[in-house]
């Protein structure tokens, strides 16, 4: 069978591809390597940006010029204005298949004001603003019958070349309840893997599955990459567990205390600004703490049930009347697969959307609430520019994929312990490829990682069932998170200047000869492009 469309990651970017793909007429299938409603997007919690005036004035030009300004200088104008133009009619889209938005008094969507932005014009459904977004989504792709397989981990993406250019035929993954291999043909892919805040490890605020693999198979196809030094650190994880404190505790009032119990920064300032705040403050010994008490119970249990519950269960804390424990930890990430104004890649047929894919929009510090955003209405994009592709374009046959990451691994011994090399690697990215950088630890930490990757072959794979073989997964996910950990560190050694959440203390000044794209082609060239 060949479907139109294979989409591959069932997050908010991969369901709002897939229900627009199919009412364009095309055959779709959903492939995740976990389960639909697990995905990164339940856990986006502060709200979704559109300048409805809601809750004060606010227009889409300001969105706009807030967007740009969080930036710092490498957006795409013409991209960042499709953003924003169609916020509106994507948060009233998300409202009319059933999206459970708070609600003013006068039954108006309920907006309150991010970081970085002029007006109240993130719309939120409590704290828990991702998740129901999610849900509404995955119940809209059951009632148009999209078919959605589970456990299906991405290998391959197949292709075929002619006169220099390379097509789309459709994927390799491995089925985790089977262990077998599967290739699935399709005249369109759209990949919507999500990010790579893993490499942190534990220092992420994202799940475990965040690893980066939709980007690192891209790349090994031939498609492009940029601004992977882009490496946004939210302000607020609980400092013990890194479990995510939203953006909207700021937003409703919440303050930012040192251990004297002093505010030390606007904290509705964009979020690179802010993490680098609390790091000050934290290099001078201080513990840093969130301060909600003073909103009071009523309001935090109808508008931040989420957040009082995650503090008391992970940090033993009560936010009506403790201070919550707090440090920055690696949240989102800007860089990802390049694409153009259609969604897709350099390889024909392949498109990318959400936090893998690069629509040049965030460009150095995504701006809060346009996560959300972005998956829906790039998600669209993707969605019908796959169908239309499909529909047009002739699906061309080629032999099953020879993909050999499995068979390689079979010959690898176990000397070494990946898992023990995954946390080391995490540590060594959180101290020195984090909110501050210099070139002298950038360069550290990439012979590390080149070193890591020739010890490869003598981190194999204990468990050597073919069923639910997690270990061989987690291998797989650590081999692609090495291949990720050196196109950041090549881009972050490169960039010889501070730009939003790029902060070189060796070169702590932003330099108009950096205000492009850092771009690697499938060749490995890095270079820059405006």
């Known amino acids: 069978m060949v479907y139109d469309v294979v989409i591959v990651g069932a997050g908010g970017a991969g369901l709002v591809a897939a229900i627009h793909a199919k009412e364009a007429g095309a055959k779709v299938l959903v492939l995740t390597k976990e389960y639909a409603t697990r995905s990164q997007t339940c856990m986006a919690q502060g709200g979704i940006n559109a300048a409805l005036g809601n809750a004060g004035a606010d227009s889409v030009e300001s969105h706009i010029t807030n967007t740009l300004k969080s930036a710092h200088g490498i957006a795409s104008e013409e991209a960042i204005n499709i953003l924003c133009s169609d916020a509106p009619d994507a948060v009233n889209w998300l409202d009319s298949i059933g999206v459970c938005f708070s609600r003013t008094n006068e039954s108006k969507i309920a907006q309150r004001t991010l970081g970085g932005a002029s007006a109240p014009r993130a719309c939120y459904a409590q704290d828990y603003t991702g998740l129901k977004i999610l849900h509404t989504l995955y119940d809209r792709c059951n009632a148009l019958d999209i078919e959605i397989r589970n456990e299906k981990y991405l290998l391959e993406i197949i292709t075929n070349e002619e006169d220099n250019k390379k097509t789309v035929c459709g994927v390799s993954v491995l089925d985790k309840r089977s262990g077998e291999i599967e290739n699935i043909k399709a005249k369109s892919v759209v990949l919507a893997t999500g990010g790579y805040s893993r490499v942190y490890d534990t220092h992420s605020t994202n799940s475990s599955s965040t690893t980066g693999d939709g980007i690192a198979t891209a790349y090994k ?100 009347y403790d201070l919550i424990p707090i440090k920055p930890v690696a949240h989102y990430t800007m860089g990802g697969i390049e694409v153009d104004e259609k969604s897709m890649t350099n390889i024909e047929g392949l498109f990318a959307v959400g936090e893998c894919a690069n629509h040049r929009v965030h ?168």
């Open 221 to 320: 196809a031939g498609a492009r990459v940029s601004d992977m030094e882009f490496v946004q650190f939210h302000p607020t994880a609980m400092k013990n567990s890194a479990i995510l404190i939203s953006e909207s505790a700021r937003g409703a009032g919440g303050y930012l205390v040192n251990s004297k119990g002093e505010r030390f920064v606007d904290e509705l300032l964009p979020r690179d600004a802010v993490a680098r705040g609390i790091d000050d403050e934290m290099q001078r010994g201080e513990d840093i703490f969130l301060d909600i008490r003073h909103l009071g119970e009523e309001f935090i249990d109808k508008e931040l049930p989420q957040e009082r519950k995650l503090a008391k269960l992970y940090e033993g804390v009560d936010p009506v």
């Open 363 to 530: 460009g150095a510090n995504r701006l809060g609430g346009n996560s959300l955003l972005e998956l829906v209405v790039f998600g669209k994009q993707a969605g019908e520019n796959s169908a239309k592709y499909a529909k047009e374009a002739l699906h061309v046959e080629v032999l099953n994929s020879t993909c050999r990451a499995i068979e390689d691994i079979k010959d690898y011994t176990n000397e070494i312990s990946f898992y023990e090399k995954q946390k080391e690697l995490g540590n060594l990215f959180y101290l020195h490829v984090g909110i501050k950088r210099d070139k002298k630890e950038l360069q550290k930490v990439l012979d590390e990682v080149y070193k890591l990757k020739e010890q490869v072959p003598q981190m194999g794979v204990t468990d050597k069932e073919k069923k639910y073989n997690t270990n061989l997964i987690e291998f797989l996910e650590f081999k692609n998170m090495l291949d990720i950990s050196e196109m950041i560190l090549l881009s972050a050694i490169s960039r010889e200047e501070s730009r939003g959440a790029h902060f070189r203390i060796d070169y702590p000044d932003e330099n108009e000869k950096f205000a492009r794209h850092t771009v690697m082609d499938k060749q490995g060239v890095l270079h820059y492009e405006d």
